[in-house]
């Protein structure tokens, strides 16, 4: 089916994709349908508005969902279309789940017991969780649209931003544009030189050689000689050590490359393909205000459905149903009990494992087998945007291989003036696990002290930060589902299958993990699965 | 000085850079301050708010600036702020010149006489002129800020926008993220191979070619072997077959990457780096609502400064002081005369050389010599975003080798619904005189045409057009100075040397042709020497 729909996929087929779709949709339902939609780039056009629908009548059955986040959200917004009866239970007091935004005022506490209370000023945010949308998570976007969540462009490159390395370039942070430029300079130049002295003879025919010589010095700003020097050609990619200007001070001067040896033993490369990466390609989007504008608007759309405040305890189904225990997240106290005909949970594995729950041996051993990521975002106000005022560095990315490992400007407000927020960490793995062990302020700490490195301004703007380390966030006790290609071969499908009346949605239960793309999809695609069930056995128990 | 600057233009030497400054403010006035801050990005740098300023007094001089382009507004707000009483006089009925927008209601009747009403809704519009700004033409910026006009991003590169050639791969367009994502593979592979069969030992370290190989197989997206084959390195470039998706139906399906041969005959990649160039760098901007708002804001600073529809005649000076004759632009009638003890002219270089005007033959030759580009814009409008609806284009530009040369989607008002407006061509040379030969609805037509191979909803979809060819501009009769490496070393020196009590200001006169930061950056240019000499002979004559 891929290559069919590959070679469909582009303009000019409209119909014959539309005909293909149909056929799709008849034969296998509409989550189906909307993936291969997805997959065809259609998935948002204007005659499929609202492009997941559940075909068939609910015939009065309840659906339990278990988590607010997005996946629970999806799955609550679209069976109570469908026409079920449906309760959600979110342990936290608001929509959302890791649909999460920080702002000035907001108090949290993590597990541990830490509060911090974020001191933002109005109008800034930090985005804990997801906080860049790509083009083609057309579900994301979809509901987007369809709630009317405004969306702004997310800037994830920025070729004025900086490359750091604490043992390259003497530890001076060099802009992307000149790393960018040199590499791609230095690999055409010398690809260029193996082809003049017929290195490609066996791989590439005569002609061909021909235009990837010609290629190459389009590409790779090479001078006529297919050398990648100091010149107009490298300038107009690496910019100039005088910029062009007006009148009789405006003549230009050229930048001197650096060698091939230099950009090599430097390791700057390692971050120039990041905006290359299907997840990072332009165009991506942020909600204007902050990400959770997105949880907001669905809760909006389910008006007394959700019960905020309300930790799940025990999971129980039998042949007439499902019942969850909870008590009240804040103050605890009595159990209580919510019951429906069928159930979608989506809180998350690492939270999931520790609730009892009446599943088969195949699903319990799945949700044991998925280990969550670690990762801390730490967000930091400054009295001034001086990356814009001082740098002209508006929004995008400057990387180091210090333990930061990012820092990310706002690609929003650009040019306001007061003061500033930007995500001073972003950090995984190892390096997370440390930041999460220290206190927040020892986190913010840390962020400013390794940031001063690339933004010598650090110290004396400095105003204040938030530090949000995901192994001590009380819902999800971790980032997001790690599957490894054995985990994911040996349990990933019996995370899927409905166990009797209870069905698992999330990223974790889905191909694109830490996206809420994933959460979405993996919602569309098991209530489609559990609405043809619950039909097939006439809804109710 | 150039290569000392570039030394400073790391973030480290803040206060280095800052003695730096000073040092070169005093020995060479504000303008050259201005261009050095420009280099070192500083230019907008908090504490200095207002980087450009004449210091002196201007002892009751007056200064007639003739167009209110962006040079003449810069000009004239400059000179005003510094104590001079300056009038512009202004051809159009409007402040801006090229810096231009067209929004429906808009009447404009081109050299021939053909009238356009642009019939866009509410909310669209044309830039016919400049329509971008990058990140680093910090003097355009500088304003902006200044004057708080809104700046949103300009999206350039869009890896999900289109490649079209039409005798590449039969004529179907293909992604961006498909060629780029291809291109760089195979460069990467092959140059892989030429490393393991060590044919770069003579030009690379043996240590440096296990670096250029790792880095290889990450920028270039190899698998193990150094192979660009389908796969998921490829694929996560490239983009899947079938997309990643969710629960049971979202595995996703790789993609078979173009053949080394298909890709380098396809002639594809001759568009590949246009996002490379230092020009079109993330992050470019666009005002909020149309590229004119720059001019507007300028005029909001200059009450009763501007006389428009008034179209000089005649420009003479003698020992005393500068008079310009003018006619009613619309009505025509009796010529008034304009008279000032110094005189910058900003009108293009094609509409100068028509006017009579005492200056030496320096200058006379000089203004002779500097033919103007050809360019044609049209901008179209459809019953709906179908770029966005069904293709997930975002902003960005589609690239072909039809007449048409591109076309671009709005970086703005992303999921709006209702009408969209694109720029269904931006065409230069040849083709541009081509299309300006034709009338406006024939231009129009064409581009519907020829972009319906591109995106064959064109035909449904349109709705209205407007075309703008540069040659017919009836105030700059084409669209840009070009000059030749022979004009520039012949005659632009003569262009910007102040001629008696005449100085020349505007795109022309700078080494940022077609830029607005080129107009703006000659005006401080010259009114900084003009000034200079205005002091230095007691400001009047």
Same mark, same amino acid.
């Given at each position: 089916m891929g290559e069919a729909m590959k070679m469909q996929a582009i303009p000019g087929g409209a119909m014959t994709r539309r005909q293909l779709l149909a056929k799709i949709g008849m034969a296998a339902g509409g989550a189906v349908m909307y993936q291969a939609m997805s997959s065809l780039g259609m998935a948002a056009e204007s005659n499929h508005r609202d492009p997941f629908r559940l075909e068939g009548e609910a015939k009065g059955a309840s659906v339990l969902v278990l988590g607010a986040g997005l996946a629970g959200l999806t799955a609550a917004y679209e069976l109570r279309k469908a026409g079920y009866k449906v309760q959600v239970l979110e342990y936290n007091a608001r929509p959302g789940g890791r649909n999460w935004t920080l702002r000035g005022g907001d108090r949290y506490t993590e597990l541990g017991g830490a509060t911090q209370e974020c001191g933002f000023d109005e109008g800034h945010y930090l985005n804990p969780g997801p906080w860049r949308i790509p083009h083609h998570h057309r579900a994301v976007l979809g509901y987007c649209k369809q709630f009317g969540v405004a969306l702004e462009a997310f800037n994830q490159?920025?070729?004025?931003a900086l490359l750091h390395g604490q043992h390259a370039f003497g530890g001076k942070p060099q802009r992307f544009r000149d790393i960018d430029a040199d590499y791609k300079g230095h690999v055409s130049e010398l690809l260029a030189k193996c082809t003049q002295q017929r290195a490609l003879d066996q791989l590439v025919s005569r002609q061909d050689q021909e235009l990837l010589l010609e290629s190459l010095r389009n590409w790779g700003a090479?001078?006529?000689?297919f050398g990648y020097v100091k010149g107009r050609a490298s300038s107009e990619r690496r910019g100039f050590a005088r910029y062009p200007g007006g009148g009789l001070s405006g003549a230009p001067e050229f930048s001197e490359p650096f060698s091939v040896q230099d950009v090599l033993r430097s390791r700057?490369?390692?971050?120039?393909?990041a905006g290359n990466n299907y997840e990072m390609q332009t165009t991506m989007f942020q909600p204007v205000g902050g990400m959770d504008q997105i949880g907001k608007a669905f809760a909006r759309q389910l008006p007394d459905a959700i019960r905020y405040n309300a930790k799940v305890t025990r999971i129980e189904q039998d042949e007439r149903g499902v019942r969850a225990a909870w008590v009240?997240?804040?103050? %605890?106290?009595e159990e209580q009990v919510a019951s429906a005909d069928w159930c979608v949970c989506t809180i998350p594995l690492s939270v999931l494992s520790r609730i009892p729950m009446t599943v088969g041996e195949p699903m319990a051993n799945a949700i044991a087998a998925v280990p969550y990521a670690a990762s801390v975002k730490v967000g930091l106000q400054f009295k001034r945007r001086f990356w814009e005022e001082?740098?002209?560095?508006?929004g995008g990315i400057s990387y180091t291989d210090l333990p930061i490992t990012l820092i990310s400007y706002p690609s929003t407000g650009y040019h306001s003036p007061g003061k500033g927020v930007l995500l001073g960490a972003y950090v995984w793995g190892l390096e997370a696990f440390e930041l999460t062990s220290m206190k927040p302020e020892e986190r913010v700490r840390k962020a400013v002290e390794y940031g001063t490195q690339l933004h010598p301004q650090y110290p004396r703007e400095f105003d204040n930060g938030i530090a949000v380390g995901w192994h001590r966030?009380?819902?999800?006790? %971790?980032?997001f589902g790690m599957w490894s290609e054995q985990a994911r071969a040996e349990h990933y499908q019996n995370l899927c299958r409905i166990d009797g009346r209870i069905a698992l949605a999330g990223e974790h239960v889905s191909y694109i993990p830490a996206w809420q793309e994933g959460a979405i999809l993996s919602a569309h695609d098991v209530i489609g699965r559990l609405h043809r069930k619950a039909m097939a056995t006439g809804g109710r128990a």
């Open positions: 490159v920025n070729y004025n090479l001078d006529r000689d700057l490369w390692t971050t120039l393909a009240d997240a804040e103050r %605890g106290g001082d740098e002209a560095i508006y966030v009380p819902f999800t006790h %971790g980032c």
